[in-house]
């Protein structure tokens, strides 16, 4: 392969950035010091996963022990080194990478002077079979879905409990003094926005509306009719620096080349409907967009995942892009490590701790499920357990290190601090500073001993 290989982020944090796996390795995962650092993605490990150069154009990953584990093409690759190819889709935490191929054009972002809006997002395929097919084979497929899309579209009227703001091309009704909530761009600063995405069919609907108004209050509603009935209405207000990364996600230039609306009859997953809309407002002008029934343009697409990924991570509601059946799943995969952490709890100091994370991740998952499956009291009880022993281990580990501090046996202070460190391994736990403080502590006076307290 001559140009090597490509990770695109297709969704998540970083969705649309790209990155070439040369001659040296690199590390994905949320500490900073990582190749790839995604910080705001709480599933992964501090070093998640390794891809390498494999030496002849090629590359290789592989998952660093990590807590939730490393999936491609949906199959979990355990610690073994396991090849990548062009077309691979890679999954850790809530981020999903795609592999491509360097040498593939159609992976690369259109130039800058393509005309703007000429290319709809469709591949070569796609495009060939809508100028082949004969029209009697076309032409019943188009109206049968045009049916099934009024239908979804009536439903969606239904749900649609917040409307757009009313569709224009000039800024009215006091619009231009409104205080605008990012950086300026020429003559133009961001004032609000409203993105909305939909999927259905004719018994289903998925729903997700974000809006940033113009106080900075940020709103998002979520809605999967009619067969989970679930439900979400969350708003708060945005930091100033939230309303910096909003406003960054939101720069007029980068919706300069986007058409007013792209449409088709050509739908994915098996969606008989889908639909996404940017709506910007500006302090001169409004930019709407409007995706129904076709592919995005790649750029608009980075641009609607960072909406969500910022939504998801302002309001704490990453399980609500899941359905029910895979909220469930994702459930019962971290109560089953849970359990192995538990069971584990006298072997490793710190596993009492991750038994707690791993509960505590069950239950996030099933926050937005209605009604709660059958093990949902008995996983509660598990929580209030593991607290419990954690609560209980710390009082009499921390006894233990305080007696050893005042009767001035430092190396069995350090030794009894560092157990109660991994105990609690929660670093934003008072508890765990507590130690952490004692433990730098006894360690410097240690270091002051001779032969450095060994």
């Given amino acids: 392969m001559l140009g090597g290989i490509e990770l695109v982020i297709a969704s998540g944090e970083l969705a649309g950035k790209r990155f070439r796996i040369g001659d040296k390795p690199l590390k994905l995962g949320r500490a900073s010091s990582n190749d790839i650092g995604i910080a705001g993605d ?22 660093l022990a990590s807590a939730n584990g490393t999936y491609l093409n949906g199959k979990e690759i355990g610690t073994s080194p396991v090849a990548i190819s062009p077309g691979d889709v890679i999954d850790v935490g809530f ?12 992976d690369r972002p259109a130039p800058e002077t393509e005309s703007p809006g000429a290319d709809l997002g469709l591949d070569a395929s796609a495009a060939e ?38 569709v224009g091309k000039t800024v009215s009704d006091g619009e231009p003094s409104a205080r605008p909530l990012g950086p300026s761009s020429s003559d133009w600063s961001f004032i609000s926005l409203s993105y909305e995405k939909v999927e259905g069919d004719h018994s ?190 710390y009082e009499e580990q921390r006894f233990l290190a305080n007696k050893a501090v005042n009767m001035g046996d430092w190396a069995k202070a350090r030794d009894e601090l560092r157990v109660l460190c991994e105990t609690i391994s929660d670093r934003s736990d008072p508890r765990y500073a507590e130690a952490d403080a004692k433990l730098v502590d006894v360690e410097k006076r240690l270091s002051r001993l001779p032969g450095g307290g060994k």
């Fill in 204 to 393: 289903r609907i998925f729903r997700f509306c974000m809006k940033v108004d113009r106080s900075g209050r940020i709103t998002v509603e979520y809605d999967d009719l009619p067969g989970e009935k679930r439900h979400v209405d969350k708003s708060r207000q945005l930091s100033a620096a939230a309303l910096a990364r909003i406003a960054e996600i939101a720069d007029i230039k980068r919706f300069s080349g986007f058409d007013d609306a792209y449409s088709g009859s050509g739908v994915a997953d098996g969606f008989s409907y889908e639909m996404r809309r940017i709506r910007l407002v500006g302090t001169t002008s409004v930019k709407d967009v409007r995706v129904e029934n076709t592919v995005p343009p790649a750029a608009f697409k980075a641009i609607a995942d960072e909406l969500e990924t910022f939504a998801r991570n302002e309001l704490g509601i990453w399980a609500m892009q899941y359905p029910r059946e895979k909220l469930l799943s994702l459930s019962r995969a971290s109560e089953e490590l849970g359990d192995s952490k538990w069971a584990e709890r006298d072997v490793i100091h710190s596993n009492i701790a991750l038994a707690i994370k791993a509960y505590r991740e069950a239950m996030f998952y099933l926050e937005t499920v209605d009604p709660k499956p059958a093990n949902f009291k008995a996983l509660s009880e598990k929580l209030e357990k593991a607290v419990g022993e954690q609560s209980s281990r």
């Fill in 95 to 106: 981020t999903t990478i795609r592999v491509a191929a360097v040498s593939n054009i159609s």
């Fill in 129 to 166: 079979g809508a100028s082949t097919a004969p029209d009697d084979v076309r032409g019943p497929r188009i109206r049968t879905i045009a049916v099934r899309a009024a239908a979804v579209a009536a439903v969606v009227a239904a749900v649609a409990a917040v409307a757009f703001f009313p």
């Fill in 42 to 63: 709480e599933r992964l490990s501090r070093i998640h996963c390794l891809f390498e150069p494999d030496g002849s154009g090629g590359a290789m990953i592989m998952d």
